[in-house]
């Protein structure tokens, strides 16, 4: 990331910039607002406000999108308030550890890379998973099981129905946590908790695990599955998957996942592994991978 040191104290500028580019940031140090202006592309600011006869609002102006640090010699309107109003993002008070300033700079790179992750899963949410067109349109009781041969597809449902609903989902994978006594300390009653990988579970391990969740708002999802034995809960059963979801591009484990998944009731294992173009024995380690139990 590139720092522009905005400061016309040489050995303070070059002391902050030594200890900078030895943290691997690529620092530029400048002596006065005038010529920072010339600068094009700054990731973040170390702006001195002290600077005789230097207006430095321009600056903050031209580079709102950047990180700016104040660094003030007191605190009052002039030095903090005013220019944090017109967009700075902190301040420190001269004289100050290098340390403390580095807190500081960590603390806002992390939360600009924030909000650029949550920017996106905001565009990608919205643009890519939430259509009208695969709502959830039956009146529904919790917990709901939702089932198809597309995660893709569940998630959408369950996206779309917290998106109407203006839920927060809490996000759970039995993929990557098996033991589900782990999750029902952190199931809330006040969002939506959305379990993936209830197909892992044996059939024991479901209905105790459908008692211990009663009366929570949870949906989990069912990839491929058989689930009717399962009584007193709602199920809904998604056999028609999106043409835009099944014209997606899946990884290699994807692809085998789903196929065993979908045809498994089709083709005996000698036939399946063959058009799988792998042995028995893979697909039987194929099968442990993701938790799919061999149905009798």
């Not at 530029?28 to 600068?39: D, F, G, H, Q, T």
């Not at 996106?120 to 039956?138: E, G, H, M, Q, R």
């Not at 006040?190 to 708002?217: S, V």
Request: hydrophobic content about 40%; some cysteine.
């Amino acid at each position: 990331m590139k720092i522009l040191i905005v400061e016309n104290e040489i050995y303070l500028a070059q002391s902050i910039a030594t200890k900078l580019n030895h943290l691997g940031f690529d620092c530029e140090n400048i002596s006065s607002v005038k010529e920072a202006l010339n600068i094009q592309l700054v990731d973040i600011i170390l702006l001195s406000t002290n600077i005789a006869g230097e207006d430095f609002y321009p600056l903050i102006e031209k580079f709102q999108n950047a990180i700016i640090i104040l660094m003030i010699p007191y605190v009052n309107d002039d030095t903090v308030t005013f220019p944090l109003q017109a967009g700075a993002s902190d301040y420190i008070v001269k004289p100050f550890m290098i340390d403390e300033l580095i807190r500081k700079i960590k603390h806002f790179t992390s939360y600009k890379r924030l909000q650029k992750e949550i920017s996106f899963y905001k565009d990608y949410f919205c643009n890519s998973l939430i259509n009208p067109n695969y709502a959830i349109n039956t009146k529904i009781s919790f917990p709901l099981i939702i089932k198809s041969v597309s995660q893709k597809t569940i998630d959408t449902y369950v996206i779309n129905y917290a998106f109407v609903k203006k839920l927060s989902i809490n996000f759970h994978s039995l993929y990557k946590t098996p033991k589900f006594q782990d999750y029902l300390k952190s199931i809330s009653k006040q969002q939506l908790n959305y379990i993936i990988g209830f197909e892992t579970l044996t059939k024991d391990k479901r209905e105790e695990f459908l008692k211990k969740l009663k009366n929570a708002p949870i949906i989990l999802s069912c990839l491929g599955e058989e689930i009717e034995s399962l009584s007193n809960v709602h199920q809904i059963n998604i056999k028609n998957i999106p043409q835009s979801f099944e014209e997606d591009i899946l990884s290699v484990d994807e692809y085998v996942k789903t196929t065993i998944l979908k045809f498994e009731d089709k083709y005996p294992d000698t036939e399946l592994s063959k058009k799988l173009g792998m042995s028995r024995k893979s697909l039987w380690e194929k099968r442990k991978k993701y938790g799919i139990a061999k149905k009798k």
